[in-house]
C-alpha cells in the first residue's frame, strides 16, 4: 500500500540521515493530517506542531478557531493511535508574531503579504528549533499542485523542509491517502485554507481555482480551461520553485596561470 511505502522511505531517509525523531507543523487541513500520520507510521519519535497564530482583536471568546480546533483534534486522534512514539504539541505564537509586526510597521515595512508570510516563516523557526533539539527532521507537508505546480507556499516557511513526502502527490490522491489512513472526516471534509491570514480566507479564493481546476490543467495542458490560469499562477512564482541562481564564475583557480 501507498501509504507503508512512503512511511518506509521517511524512515529509511531519517535512518541514513542518523536522525531520531520526525518534526511536523499540524495545520488542520488534510495534507499534514496525512504527513504526520505517515511519519507516526514509522514508529520513529514523531512530534506534531501546532503553532497558531490569531491576530484578531479582540481575539474570538470562549472558542479557538475552526482550524485550530482541527488541529488539536488531529493532534489527540495521533496520541491516541501512537501513544508511544508521538508527542503532540500546542505553541501559541502569537506575542511572537505581534513583536515583529509592531517593529517592522515601526520601519515602514508592513506589507499583508509580507506578514502573511512572515507567520510562515516564524512557524518554520519554531519547527527547526524543535528539530535540532530532538536530533530530528522537518517534514514537509506540501503536495504536488501547491510545491511543483503553482508554487503555493512561502519560500522558507512551509517550503523550508528536509524531505517531502506527498511533494509527488496530487492533492486527489493526498486525498485518497486520507481515507486509507482512516483521518478524521471533519478534516477530510474541511475547506483547504493556509492559515496566513486572519479572515481564514480559503486557497480557492486566493488561487482563483479549486484544486480539482488545478490538477485537470497540470494533467491535461492546453485541454482544459483552466490552463491559462493555471500557467499565470505557475509563471508568477516560478522562482519559488527553482534552484537558486548561482553566478558561475567562467575562471577558476585550476586554470590561472601563476605569476
Avoid at 50 to 66: H, N
Avoid at 75 to 98: A, C, E, Q
Avoid at 132 to 138: D, E, F, K, R, T
Wanted: glycine letters at 10%; charged letters at 20%.
Amino acid at each position: 500500500m501507498l501509504e507503508n511505502k512512503i512511511a518506509s522511505w521517511i524512515k529509511e531517509y531519517a535512518t541514513k540521515a542518523n536522525k531520531t525523531s520526525l518534526v511536523v507543523g499540524v495545520s488542520g487541513g488534510i495534507d499534514s493530517a496525512v504527513v504526520s500520520t505517515l511519519c507516526a507510521m514509522t514508529g520513529l519519535k514523531t512530534i506534531g506542531c501546532s503553532l497558531p497564530i490569531d491576530m484578531r482583536e479582540p481575539p474570538p471568546k470562549g472558542k479557538r478557531g475552526k482550524v485550530i480546533d482541527l488541529a488539536m483534534d488531529h493532534l489527540y486522534w495521533l496520541d491516541s493511535h501512537f501513544p508511544k512514539t508521538f508527542d503532540g504539541k500546542s505553541i501559541n505564537m502569537t506575542n511572537v508574531f505581534r513583536r515583529f509586526y509592531k517593529l517592522a510597521n515601526q520601519l515602514n515595512d508592513g506589507s499583508d503579504l509580507g506578514f502573511a508570510n512572515s507567520r510562515a516563516r516564524i512557524r518554520m523557526m519554531m519547527l527547526y528549533q524543535i528539530a535540532q533539539s530532538n536530533n530530528g527532521l522537518v517534514v514537509g507537508t506540501g503536495n504536488k499542485v501547491e510545491d511543483f505546480g503553482v508554487g503555493f507556499f512561502t519560500k522558507w516557511g512551509d517550503g523550508g523542509v528536509d524531505i517531502s513526502p506527498i511533494g509527488d502527490l496530487y492533492k486527489s490522491e493526498v486525498y485518497e491517502l486520507g481515507a486509507s489512513l482512516n483521518i478524521l472526516n471533519s478534516i477530510m471534509t474541511a475547506t483547504p485554507i493556509d492559515g496566513l491570514w486572519d479572515d481564514d480566507r480559503s486557497d480557492e479564493n486566493q488561487l482563483g481555482l479549486t484544486y480539482d481546476q488545478l490538477e485537470e490543467a497540470m494533467k491535461f495542458g492546453t485541454g482544459s480551461q483552466h490552463y491559462d490560469r493555471y500557467v499565470e499562477l505557475r509563471t508568477a512564482n516560478l522562482h519559488k520553485m527553482q534552484p537558486i541562481p548561482v553566478f558561475q564564475n567562467e575562471i577558476s583557480f585550476d586554470q590561472t596561470e601563476p605569476g
